[in-house]
């Protein structure tokens, strides 16, 4: 049970004659609440403005806040209700994942700069002692706080942080406190306003150089002054290098003085004296100074802005302990071919990888979200570059070079259903740990609750405040008929504040125009980033990236050999270093270099393979059956294909390829022998689906080798 105390305010609102509302502000508010364990003893708790408080929020601890406002609306017919508005404190594991690292205390929080929520004050659990030395939390003494989530918790708070850039600035909180309450009381602010809270910081100065530093710099850095600025030996403010948005509060222009020209002094008449009542000096906002180390991190941020470097050189160093560990020649080759090694940069891909990397690097900093797009054909190293991308941010991120993020990827062949997309990214907005305490226990409909909540609710559920990039890689699988998943994860980056980046990774270039609905496809945004496939020269230079140039297990005209061949059919760099990988491993015994010769033997057992053997074995309206599935996934953009579709396109190629078609039952019948083969998977319940249970290319391939140059036609228009 909530009584607000005596109103300091009331302002009533008359929107219609017959909807009349008013709201009242009070200082405090009381809780009234009996202990079962005392025989039901009346008790009650009072909450005031200026108390710090823990709330119940989304995350799996309570969070933090102080109470900057109270007030009360009533309306015609309905049911009072208290709302407060709170300023968030953030503990150490409410940060980013990816972050520079700081030794912190167990019960030590920060004071963020100007986040608040107004909250139901049903949210609010307990009081929460918060000073500004630290002190050793105890359990509570009152025995009504049952649970750990309503118990008084003792913390420290000695810096205020700017979550969105991973900035720390020194703060005293019981001097903070005390000046907010003064001046929130002599502006009589309302709900409204939190600018006497808000934590205003000081703009970081360039500290003052050498002559012959600032030549150096002269040149280089845009935007610098003159020389005379820093060779001026005169105790002027240096001008500031950084723009530090200063909260100030309103009316305190006047306590910074901006710089001006000075001027000569001229000799005053002392005889001279006002006349008018001298004026009361308004007391200034105390401003907080960035620590030490977010202060080196804006000066370099400034530079790094100022002289922006270019992508970094796209060289094939691998990182691999086995292969650097290995002393034969054919198993370090063979390790470094291997599919699943993973190099440190890709070649042939540094414009796609710097046009990522651009794209994301301004959203961090601008601390928006948006959607990136990034289509091609499967094996153009689409994933690859992403990873690169974020292994780069993430190292940025730490050296404080960059705003601090959160880093979730999503494939949609490693999810059970698409909707369990959004459990994933609920786990990572939340702060949750997987690695030590697993994976949540939430169903995908009440982690999509929450994620609404978080997104569009203009009440944030906590503090929140940092970016949050999202990988969904295989876009393809995550389509549904209401296509409701992808469009919640493109349309949340376009909310004001949500600070999420979506990299949508797809095998299609037009799937946006084939597949998705015009709702989906207007969120998609104009950040489109598609992959070439690879030609000869470029696999050429990716397999001798990953050999180090070496020739002894490989020989040039071999590696130029199966490059051609893969180029050709798709350029697929998985294919051509699986071929060379086999292509080593074949001529290991007999220790010495591959030639020509043993790549065509490995591409002709790769095309004799028993999966191809059982192609060519198939019936007439088996393989036409593939090849309308195969027509079907290219001109749907997804693998599930709706049996009626996969009918209609049978009875296209039908008449094109047999004398006639068959009955629905004859036709369901050559669907049953491809299912009891594990060529082709179905669900019989519900709508029923098709799905190709091999590899795509390699169907693509038999198929054209048995049907000749028309099937082969069909299949490349397909």
């Not at 601008?366 to 690859?384: F, L, N, R």
């Not at 496939?533 to 050429?540: G, K, M, S």
Request: overall charge positive; hydrophobic content about 35%.
């Amino acid at each position: 049970m909530t009584s607000p105390q005596t109103p300091r305010r009331s302002k009533r609102h008359h929107p219609n004659p017959t909807d009349q509302a008013s709201t009242t502000f009070y200082p405090d508010f009381v809780r009234s609440y009996r202990i079962a364990e005392k025989g039901g003893k009346a008790t009650s708790d009072k909450f005031s403005i200026g108390d710090t408080v823990l709330l119940a929020t989304n995350a799996r601890r309570p969070s933090i806040g102080v109470i900057i406002a109270l007030w009360q609306v009533s309306r015609a017919e309905t049911d009072l209700q208290m709302l407060a508005r709170v300023h968030w404190f953030l503990r150490p594991t409410e940060l980013a994942q990816s972050r520079a690292k700081r030794e912190h205390l167990e019960n030590e929080i920060y004071l963020s700069l100007n986040a608040t929520s107004v909250v139901d004050t049903s949210a609010i659990l307990a009081h929460c002692i918060v000073s500004s030395t630290p002190t050793r939390s105890h359990k509570p003494t009152s025995s009504r706080y049952k649970t750990p989530a309503s118990a008084t918790e003792n913390t420290f708070c000695a810096n205020a942080v700017d979550p969105q850039r991973g900035l720390y600035y020194a703060l005293n909180w019981d001097t903070h406190r005390e000046r907010s309450l003064e001046r929130a009381k002599e502006e009589g602010v309302q709900c409204n306003s939190d600018s006497p809270w808000a934590v205003a910081i000081q703009p970081v100065t360039q500290r003052r150089m050498k002559t012959s530093e600032v030549e150096e710099y002269a040149d280089a850095e845009s935007g610098a002054g003159s020389d005379e600025e820093y060779r001026n030996a005169s105790g002027a403010e240096s001008s500031s290098i950084h723009s530090v948005t200063s909260v100030l509060l309103p009316g305190d222009g006047d306590c910074a003085e901006a710089p001006r020209t000075p001027s000569k002094k001229r000799k005053r008449t002392a005889s001279v004296t006002s006349t008018r009542t001298p004026r009361r000096k308004r007391e200034a906002p105390t401003l907080a100074a960035p620590t030490p180390h977010s202060k080196r991190a804006l000066r370099a941020r400034a530079r790094r802005l100022a002289m922006r470097a270019p992508p970094p050189e796209m060289v094939g160093a691998l990182a691999l302990g086995e292969a650097s560990t290995e002393t034969d020649p054919s198993l370090r080759a063979m390790h470094a071919l291997h599919v699943g090694a993973r190099p440190e940069a890709l070649p042939c891909r540094a414009e796609e990888y710097a046009r990522v990397m651009r794209a994301v690097e301004e959203l961090l900093e601008e601390g928006s979200g948006g959607c990136i797009y990034i289509s091609g054909v499967p094996g153009t190293g689409k994933t690859a570059t992403v990873h690169a991308v974020v292994r780069e941010l993430k190292r940025m991120a730490e050296q404080n070079e960059t705003n601090p993020f959160t880093y979730v990827e999503i494939n949609g062949l490693r999810i059970p259903e698409p909707s369990a997309a959004y459990t994933l990214l609920w786990e990572a907005i939340s702060g949750h740990d997987t690695e030590i305490d697993g994976h949540m226990r939430l169903s995908a409909k009440v982690a999509l609750k929450h994620l609404s909540r978080h997104f569009g609710s203009s009440r944030r559920a906590g503090p929140g405040g940092h970016a949050c990039v999202v990988l969904m890689d295989e876009l393809d699988q995550l389509m549904t008929a209401k296509q409701d998943v992808v469009y919640n994860f493109f349309n949340w980056p376009t909310l004001a504040g949500a600070k999420l980046v979506v990299l949508a990774v797809a095998n299609t270039m037009d799937l946006p125009e084939r597949v998705m609905s015009g709702r989906v496809r207007s969120r998609l945004g104009m950040i489109r980033i598609n992959f070439q496939p690879y030609t000869t020269p470029q696999l050429e230079q990716i397999v001798h990236a990953r050999l180090g140039g070496s020739t002894d297990v490989l020989s040039t005209d071999a590696v130029k050999f199966a490059a051609m061949k893969v180029s050709s059919i798709s350029g697929d760099a998985r294919r051509v270093l699986d071929i060379c990988r086999r292509t080593v491993e074949l001529v290991q015994p007999f220790k010495r270099a591959a030639r020509t010769d043993d790549v065509k033997d490995v591409i002709r057992d790769l095309q004799n393979s028993p999966t191809a053997a059982f192609l060519r074995s198939l019936s007439l309206h088996e393989r036409i059956l593939l090849a309308a599935l195969l027509k079907c996934v290219r001109r749907l953009g997804v693998d599930e294909i709706p049996w009626v579709e996969l009918q209609h396109q049978h009875h296209l190629y039908s008449g094109v390829f047999a004398d006639s078609a068959p009955e629905p039952r004859e036709l369901e019948g050559v669907l049953d022998a491809l299912l009891a083969a594990r060529v082709v998977v179905s669900e019989p319940r519900g709508t029923r689906r098709v799905v190709l249970n091999l590899e795509q290319l390699e169907v693509e391939r038999v198929l054209g080798e048995v049907g000749g140059q028309q099937w082969r036609n069909m299949l490349g228009a397909a």
